[in-house]
């Protein structure tokens, strides 16, 4: 890997090709002052995800949809340094899913020279399309990884009762949220060699289980998605509260449905 692309701190900078590349219009889209705006927040969130072992690596991080862009962070760079001139944008209207690197020259500017996007793109776009997701979360979080093993190879889905964290989550991820007494269920899908060849599996499983909050992916991580990045962000501590009590729980010999 170059070391353009391992560290966002050494992304090259060309200020000549800056000013012939770099209108005023792609400046607006991730440049603000506004803590609030994608780009700002998907560095800020990065970092918070890092300190919780969600993103360290440089696997995983969030996505998020704004207007008529979807913002997201390059691919195999340390998410806890990316900085808001390092984020990628890409159209959100388009028939079909972006693959990485499909869509580099919709929004070029010379920091992000050797920079490509988030692998998890055309992952992200899953939550987009299916659930009109606002932002999604991919996170290597032990907890998710772990508990995919505990359950076992042959188990399709983590279920879970009677947790009171079950109520911060929503229905599909983006309907009411559930209640203390509803079953929480999250598909488990195997993992693949590259992340995009997980792309078919997790809409397969978002189909198949249309009440799902989240795609667990087995020896790799979790993905979740919010109508907002507040929402996803809140699904994703509450899961990731659950998976790490369902860790606890299999491993104390306890039963992860019923109250007993
Ligand atoms: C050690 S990370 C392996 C690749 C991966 O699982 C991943 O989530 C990559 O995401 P990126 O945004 O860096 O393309
Ligand atoms: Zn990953």
């Known amino acids: 890997m170059a070391s353009s692309s391992s560290n966002v701190a050494s992304a090259p900078a060309s200020e000549p090709v800056r000013a012939q590349l770099q209108g005023a219009e792609a400046d607006a889209l991730i440049t603000s002052t506004d803590p609030e705006h994608p780009a700002n927040l998907i560095c800020e969130l990065c970092r918070d ?17 704004h207007g008529k862009h979807v913002y997201l962070a ?7 340094r ?3 001139e390092h984020i990628f944008v890409l159209p959100f209207a388009q028939s079909s899913v972006p ?5 580099r020259d919709f929004l070029r500017i010379p920091t992000r ?5 988030s692998a998890c793109t055309p992952l992200f776009w899953n939550a987009f399309t299916l659930r009109s997701a606002g932002a999604c979360i991919h996170t290597h979080s032990q907890h998710a990884v772990l508990l995919t093993l505990l359950l076992g190879k042959s188990a399709k889905s983590f279920r879970i009762s009677h947790q009171e964290m079950i109520k911060g989550v929503r229905l599909g991820g983006s309907g009411k949220t559930l209640r203390f007494f509803d079953t929480l269920e999250v598909p488990i899908i195997e993992n ?5 060849d997980l792309t078919e599996g997790m809409a397969k499983a978002m189909e198949e289980y249309p009440n799902a909050a989240a795609i667990l992916v087995r020896r790799h991580g979790v993905y ?8 996803a962000k809140i699904q994703a501590e509450c899961l990731d509260y659950l998976f790490e009590m369902g860790c606890k729980m299999i491993q104390a010999g306890l039963p992860l449905v019923g109250d007993d």
């Open 49 to 65: 995800f890092y300190t919780l072992g969600w993103v360290t690596g440089t696997g995983g991080g969030i996505s998020i949809r």
């Open 113 to 117: 020279v050797g920079l490509k996007e």
């Open 99 to 103: 693959k990485p690197g499909s869509q």
């Open 192 to 196: 693949t060699a590259d992340e995009e």
């Open 224 to 231: 979740i998605w919010g109508n907002t990045w507040e929402q």
């Open 74 to 80: 390059p691919s195999g760079v340390q998410k806890e």
């Open 82 to 84: 990316i900085k808001p």
